[in-house]
């Protein structure tokens, strides 16, 4: 795990260890409201204190409840979610890769101008633009499709950012020459030299834009009516507003369940990209 | 981001020195060209209509569309809601910024420090807060800050008073910093830690010959290497705070007086636009504030990489 | 390799071009007012039935709960006919889409569940269809009075009453009863019921208000007032008239004296609220019955209804919420969409809809013994839908709302929320509401007074 630190292995501290885990804990405090009211009914989770269990356990009850609620609708809307998950997180990844690579490796006309572009362009609230990209999008017939989720996906501005500042940290320009003069085209460069030193800026970019498309609200919100093409965010919304209105009927523990098992597979994705930060060194390479 | 200007190839391979070599030449473009197009269609595209629509006036009712060139822009920076909006956002960002950052710096160097128990337990549970989706956000802090049934409560009853109120419009700012902060120090921390990650094992080698101690090589090494992730870091912060709107309306449906309609300018564009149908005026209190925005956070970046170097 | 890079610059080029293109299209469909992109809308009655016997296609955006079950019933009774029913979100969700969806020109459904106080916002811009064309005046007499105006605007008939909102008094009989509580006939007493019952337990209040519109445009329209008037392009409004002087007159000494709970309705808390004693009544609609018992089960058997006080102990009530469903003029059937809502609201659709909790807008169903005698087991076995239909048969006439109202409902906590904040008089939130409304109503094209 720290391989890489000095020959003298430091000694684990435990008054830093301590100090953590008081951050820890505050840390803690609202995710442990949310796992113990998936154990509570939607009674109990009205009748019972949040920091502590309800009269009964009904954690194994709630996940089978959300899972077939409304014949099952949660796993479509978890199937739509991991697709424009993978599609777009992961096309996001590979678009801010390349042009961050591109941007901090080569140096052409226009280089400061997109930056300035592109900052410029994040800067102005998204809020605001929802809707001339809904007329947009409706003129060009992608409303309600899956399209309108992925292709504003595809753009990660911060993924940009990041991948540009690893770019020229991470990459000497020596590797690339040697790969060139040794008769290798621009993109093979990329993809033999380049990818395995920004593996780091890669997996961390990755994990951003896995997490926000995940957690995509707002937009398909406003681009979606189908109920069968929503994302989990947007169909847990629907659920919990159930609560309000006539004939109400509120299912605030299938909300807490199913934002629990949302939860769960980025948790997955986190175990099981965490190992590429450990590569991705040039230690060794430049000479 | 610092250009170096070497022309020459290098004669064989593994050069010394750690000049950056760039060409100069269009290849670039092969790279960069995917995303932008992407880019020109999502982000571009929809910003020049919402400057087409800032010049016009459109009656929702009677009247049609309008001509009005600029006094749109005339009005919103005579407007007292976006001011009092901007301003709350400003004071937001100057205190949560730095809270929120040194906190993630902190954590990522005490991970990244090989000094911790569990380092990889801590590094996922304080990167967590941001994985948790929006929906149970109103419930989950709707029981934290609950001054009648929920943990303020609870703490109130335990302290014999009624002084903790997260809810009451003085509070209401520190309960929303507290939100996003907790949110996002995992986000910043993971930046940081993975911008460590990639600091090559000779500089610790090198710096423990010369006998640098734990904070020495902190100091001189771990810190200069964060620089360029510092800086990202710090405008994607400042554009966050510009933008603020998830956490105070996540917060709007508990304090439905406290937190206004325009309590911060992005939520101010959004009501416009969809609770009034005033798309014209909303664009254009989104590019007023996207200039803002732009403005500081280029200033940033000019600081920050001018001292990189 | 130059060729490689020139080629990705073609491409750019022409991502460029075509986003380009999109801007000019979206400028060019967008900037448009009205999406009338549907079929022409004159019928006639016969074209309705005709309609039904064809068959055909139609999307239907509702958010009640008994939506489905109406849809698979109506779908087993006309096997000709697919309704599509999709839940796009739930009040202001769901309207957001659909004026979007209306700005655009496509992706409107073809029928839409639409609340009264929403009903003028979508029809006077001409997005919705009149249906006198479809002779559909004629179901008047099937309607009370106040749900039959209420479907109006202008001259125009723009749905058919789903369901109705009058308002009685749900009051907490054991809190009362703990507290020698009589039930208050006028608001002089409920405001008495209010002090006393503070003073006995300070951790309990007669109701909570945080400030909401609906409930407030209600009270005024119990108390006589007539804030808003229309009259096609003028627009009158006084939120200082006497019946909003007469509310804010007596609601004042319970804001200001501390006497209402400021915990916003329709939350967790204020679930636990109405189970624990914590809230001890509640004015609202009709409808209430059916949310209680499936979100307030720690208040089963302790709750009772009465009818809602008043000024002068004369019977007088107002309604608070209820929908009707509407054709949108982007449909391209708007003859099957018409029949649609008429078996939703006027034929078999009603049975499944009561079922499931909703309170009648249709006087047969308000007079059939076996609705109005149903003894109530979550109310400690009253009958409860005596009072509710008696209530229905006095709601005061003459209200009309806002041509604007979900707007104006959207600011209420800007303007008079700062009232209810410092504990200070409500009538100068109203003028401070008022003001805006003013300004916001003159932006959109109408004259506005006031």
Redesign the interface.
Known sequence: ??A???????????L??G??VL??L??????A??LL?TTKTQ?D???T???WFGKSFAFFSNIKDTLTYNDGIFLRWLGNTVLYVVVGAGGATL??T??G???A?????G?RA???????????????????????F???GL??TVWAII??S??S??G???M???A???V???L???AR?DGA???RV?FTVALR?LA??I??TL??AM?ST??N?FLP??ML???NLYP??VG???W???????????I?NL??TG?LL??VP??VA??LL?RF??S?????S?? | MAESVAHQHVARAGATGRRRRVFKDGKGWLFVGPFLAVFALTFLAPIGYAIYLSLYRNQAFFGGTVFVGLDNYTQALQDPKFWEAFARVAVFLVVQVPVMLVLALLAALAIDSARLHAAGFFRIVIFLPYAVPGVVAVLMWGYIYGDNFGLAANLNDLLGTTAIQPLSSSWMLPSIANIVTWEFVGYNMLIFYSALRTVPGELYEAAAIDGAGTFRTILAVKLPALRGAIVIATIFSIIGSFQLFNEPNILRTLAPNVITTYYTPNMYAYNLSFAGQQFNYSATIAIVMGVITAVIAYVVQLRGSREAL | MKSQWRRVRQLVVAGTALTALAVVAACGGGSSNDSASGGTTTGSADAVDAALKAGGEITYWSWTPSAQAQVTAFMKQYPNVKVNYVNAGTGNDHYTKLQNAIKAGSGAPDVAQIEYQALPQFALPGSLVDLNQFGFSQYESAYTASTWGAVHAGSGLFGLPQDSGPMALFYNKEVFDKYGIAVPKTWDEYVAAAKKLHAANPKSYITNDSGDAGFTTSMIWQAGGQPFKTDGKNVTINLQDDGSKKWTGMWNQLVQGGLVSNIPGWTDEWFKALGDGTIATLPTGAWMPGVMESSVKAGAGKWAVAPMPTYDGQPATAENGGSTESVIKQSKNPALAAAFVRWLNHDEGVKPFLASGGFPATTADLKDPAFVDKASAYFGGQKINQVLTSAAGQVVKGWSYLPYELYANSIYGDTVGKAYQSKSDLNAGLTAWQEALVKYGNEQGFQVNG
């Open positions: 795990m720290s890489l630190t000095s020959p003298l292995r430091p000694k684990r501290s435990k830093l260890t100090v953590m951050y820890l505050y840390t803690i405090v609202p995710l409201w949310l009211s009674d989770l009205l009748s204190p949040g920091l678009l801010a390349a042009a690579y591109g941007l490796k080569y140096k052409f006309a280089r997109v930056f300035a572009v592109l900052l410029g362009a994040v800067a102005v609230p998204g809020t605001a633009l929802a809707v001339p990209t809904f007329l947009m409706s003129n060009l409303t309600n292709i504003p595809l753009v501005p911060f940009l950012y990041l540009w500042v690893y020229t940290d991470a000497p320009g020596e690339l020459e040697a003069i085209g621009e993109v990329f030193l780091p800026g997996v961390t994990l951003f997490v995940w957690n609200y919100l406003i009516s189908k109920p989990l965010t847990l919304t629907q919990s507003n159930q609560a309000t209105g006539v004939g109400a009927r509120p605030y909300v807490v934002s949302t939860i980025l948790v986190f175990l965490q930060w450990q991705g060194l040039s230690a060794g430049v000479k």
